[in-house]
């Protein structure tokens, strides 16, 4: 109960970007980039659009990642299966960005 009663307010705070990376982070002072596993701070930390909002995309948590800059900046125009599976093909993408694409198509 406290769970989603915390998972509320924090997502009346996520507003902005910064408020959106700090619901991403979670209680955690570290995560990792979704594209390429490195261990980001909450400084280093973009947000990232799984489906960009050009392309009809919102930005609600759940079309949201964690990304380095470098993976954000180079992702461009690529769809995230294609730049996930680029980065690490031996890997399955997060299942939640799996379950959000599924409802799209």
Same mark, same amino acid.
């Given at each position: 109960?406290?769970?989603?009663?915390l +998972?509320?307010?924090?997502?009346?705070?996520?507003? $902005? $970007?910064?408020?959106?990376?700090?619901?991403?982070?979670?209680?955690?002072?570290?995560?990792?980039?979704?594209?390429?596993?490195?261990?980001?701070?909450?400084?280093?930390?973009?947000?990232d659009?799984?489906?960009?909002?050009?392309?009809?995309?919102?930005?609600?948590?759940? $079309?949201?990642v964690?990304?380095?800059?470098?993976? $954000? +900046?180079?992702?461009?125009?690529?769809?995230?299966l294609?730049?996930?599976k680029?980065?690490?093909?031996?890997?399955?993408?997060?299942?939640?960005?799996?379950?959000?694409?599924? +409802?799209?198509?």
């Open positions: 109960h406290f769970d989603r009663v +998972r509320k307010k924090l997502k009346k705070k996520a507003t $902005n $970007n910064r408020g959106r990376k700090r619901f991403l982070f979670g209680a955690s002072l570290e995560a990792s980039c979704t594209y390429c596993a490195v261990r980001l701070t909450f400084e280093q930390a973009t947000v659009h799984v489906l960009p909002v050009s392309a009809g995309g919102s930005n609600q948590l759940h $079309n949201l964690l990304a380095c800059e470098p993976c $954000n +900046r180079t992702r461009g125009v690529l769809d995230f294609t730049f996930f680029r980065k690490r093909p031996d890997e399955d993408p997060p299942e939640r960005v799996l379950v959000m694409l599924s +409802r799209r198509r």
